[in-house]
């Protein structure tokens, strides 16, 4: 039996945006181009209300997909997230179920199934269904479709949803013997080092593996096993967020401070934005994570104008930490300030499309728990901006059924 957990977060999933063009791209990079492309028009058919169409499109454009360029998967991750955004967030029940029986009946090959089964899983109910799609996600592994193979291993990746350290490693260990060059692959081995970083340090060690000077050594485990801690190895050699944690390693039992201390600098100052990122949520799990060294560092990050995940998680960050710490002698000035840092997380135009977390979700509570953050702390008026900033952004929605709705309670208040 798999051992799993089940939420309400729907991770970094694996998809394709490409829509199905009378005369198909011929390059590799014709096609990032077009699935950027798709993905684009897909976000502004959700601003226009229009959910079932951009469903529809992201769903027709991962069929449509090339196997001989699996290193599309890098560039396809972000349909998915957005597509599973859609359906859990914005789509209510009826229209969800309408979708699926409608777009997604079963075809020839395995990407229709591919998305209900990834879909099934996200959700985040622990029933026998979902079991049974958790089951099925580990025969899509054997998929003959690459991205549905990638999207699969990915998934079965991911310690927050299946909790056997040896199931999860198996999974990327195929990940990164097979696809060694991707991206999605890079992550999906630092998923690992997320889950444990909060841990002590022999632990993290452990999920480091093998020094980098010898990615071979074997682990003492079956053949299998070893050849997967090799290949996790190779991938953790070239990472700059494992050679981050790597360096901090000596100080995490010593000096923690000095270990976070490092980890921040590199969350600052690292000249890629996912190692940016893989160094903020390292940090951020560490026990010493309240330090003023940590508040330094997203409060810096926060105010970038980059348009990049590390900066959208960090606003984040400095949403939370201003409520836990807000007193009312706070001038009106800061009130207004952290409401329209809360409304710049609703623009979705990423520069760098995100996996690492998924930040539609995020991005959209942290709206939502400021608006009701501000009405508790009587202003309503900004509590109400927030709210029809939020129902304008996503209309005919979950969300603007729901903001409606706060409305008018705060106006049968009398508020």
Same mark, same amino acid.
């Given at each position: 039996m798999i051992p799993f957990r089940m939420a309400s977060f729907p991770l970094i999933l694996l998809c394709v945006s490409t829509q199905l063009l009378a005369e198909a791209p011929s390059s590799l990079d014709e096609w990032v181009a077009q699935m950027q492309a798709d993905r684009t028009q897909a976000e502004a058919l959700?601003?226009?209300?229009?959910?079932?169409? @951009?469903? %529809?499109? +992201? @769903? *027709?454009?991962? &069929?449509?997909?090339? !196997?001989?360029?699996?290193?599309?998967?890098?560039?396809?991750t972000a349909s998915m997230q957005l597509l599973l955004f859609i359906m859990e967030y914005?789509? %209510?029940?009826?229209?969800?179920?309408?979708?699926?029986a409608e777009s997604l009946n079963p075809q020839p090959g395995d990407s229709d199934?591919?998305?209900?089964?990834?879909?099934?899983?996200?959700?985040?109910?622990?029933?026998?269904?979902?079991?049974?799609?958790?089951?099925?996600?580990?025969?899509?592994?054997?998929?003959a479709n690459p991205f549905v193979r990638i999207g699969a291993l990915?998934?079965?990746? #991911? !310690?927050?949803?299946?909790t056997d350290?040896?199931?999860?490693?198996?999974?990327?260990?195929?990940?990164? &013997?097979?696809?060694?060059? +991707?991206?999605?692959?890079?992550?999906a081995i630092r998923l690992s080092l997320y889950a444990v970083a #909060?841990?002590?340090? #022999?632990?993290?060690?452990?999920?480091?593996?093998?020094?980098?000077? %010898?990615?071979?050594?074997?682990?003492?485990?079956?053949?299998?096993?070893?050849?997967?801690?090799?290949?996790?190895?190779?991938? =953790?050699?070239?990472?700059?967020?494992?050679?981050? +944690?790597?360096?901090?390693?000596?100080?995490?039992?010593?000096?923690?401070?000095? *270990?976070? /201390?490092? =980890?921040?600098?590199?969350?600052?100052?690292?000249?890629?934005w996912r190692t940016r990122y893989g160094c903020l949520l390292i940090a951020e799990r560490r026990p010493a994570q309240s330090s003023a060294a940590f508040k330094t560092t997203f409060s810096n990050l926060a105010k970038r104008e980059n348009r990049t995940p590390d900066v959208a998680h960090a606003r984040v960050l400095a949403g939370n930490e201003f409520r836990g710490s807000y007193t009312p002698e706070k001038s009106q000035t800061? =009130?207004?300030?952290?409401?329209?840092?809360?409304?710049?997380? +609703?623009?979705?135009?990423?520069?760098?499309?995100?996996?690492? &977390?998924?930040?539609?979700?995020?991005?959209?509570?942290?709206?939502?728990?400021?608006? *009701?953050?501000?009405?508790? /702390?009587?202003?309503?008026?900004? *509590?109400?901006?927030?709210?029809?900033?939020?129902?304008?952004?996503? !209309?005919?929605?979950l969300v603007s059924s729901a903001c409606t709705n706060r409305l008018e309670e705060l106006a049968k208040n009398g508020d």
């Amino acid at each position: 039996m798999i051992p799993f957990r089940m939420a309400s977060f729907p991770l970094i999933l694996l998809c394709v945006s490409t829509q199905l063009l009378a005369e198909a791209p011929s390059s590799l990079d014709e096609w990032v181009a077009q699935m950027q492309a798709d993905r684009t028009q897909a976000e502004a058919l959700v601003d226009q209300g229009n959910l079932r169409a @951009a469903a %529809d499109l +992201l @769903a *027709a454009s991962w &069929r449509g997909l090339p !196997p001989a360029y699996p290193e599309l998967a890098d560039t396809a991750t972000a349909s998915m997230q957005l597509l599973l955004f859609i359906m859990e967030y914005l789509m %209510d029940e009826p229209t969800v179920s309408l979708f699926v029986a409608e777009s997604l009946n079963p075809q020839p090959g395995d990407s229709d199934k591919f998305i209900r089964t990834v879909y099934d899983v996200a959700i985040g109910q622990e029933t026998a269904g979902k079991t049974q799609a958790t089951i099925e996600m580990t025969y899509l592994t054997e998929s003959a479709n690459p991205f549905v193979r990638i999207g699969a291993l990915f998934m079965l990746s #991911d !310690p927050y949803y299946f909790t056997d350290p040896a199931f999860v490693k198996g999974m990327s260990g195929i990940l990164a &013997r097979d696809f060694p060059n +991707l991206t999605v692959t890079q992550e999906a081995i630092r998923l690992s080092l997320y889950a444990v970083a #909060d841990e002590d340090p #022999d632990v993290i060690e452990q999920a480091l593996g093998p020094d980098p000077g %010898d990615p071979t050594k074997a682990q003492g485990g079956t053949p299998s096993q070893n050849a997967a801690e090799a290949a996790i190895a190779r991938v =953790l050699s070239n990472d700059e967020v494992a050679g981050a +944690l790597r360096e901090a390693l000596p100080d995490l039992a010593a000096d923690p401070p000095r *270990a976070l /201390q490092k =980890l921040c600098n590199n969350a600052l100052n690292a000249s890629e934005w996912r190692t940016r990122y893989g160094c903020l949520l390292i940090a951020e799990r560490r026990p010493a994570q309240s330090s003023a060294a940590f508040k330094t560092t997203f409060s810096n990050l926060a105010k970038r104008e980059n348009r990049t995940p590390d900066v959208a998680h960090a606003r984040v960050l400095a949403g939370n930490e201003f409520r836990g710490s807000y007193t009312p002698e706070k001038s009106q000035t800061t =009130l207004d300030e952290a409401a329209r840092a809360a409304l710049q997380l +609703l623009q979705t135009d990423w520069t760098a499309f995100p996996y690492e &977390r998924n930040l539609y979700e995020e991005c959209l509570k942290e709206v939502q728990n400021m608006a *009701a953050w501000m009405a508790e /702390q009587g202003h309503v008026e900004t *509590a109400k901006d927030l709210y029809r900033a939020l129902a304008q952004k996503y !209309p005919n929605s979950l969300v603007s059924s729901a903001c409606t709705n706060r409305l008018e309670e705060l106006a049968k208040n009398g508020d």
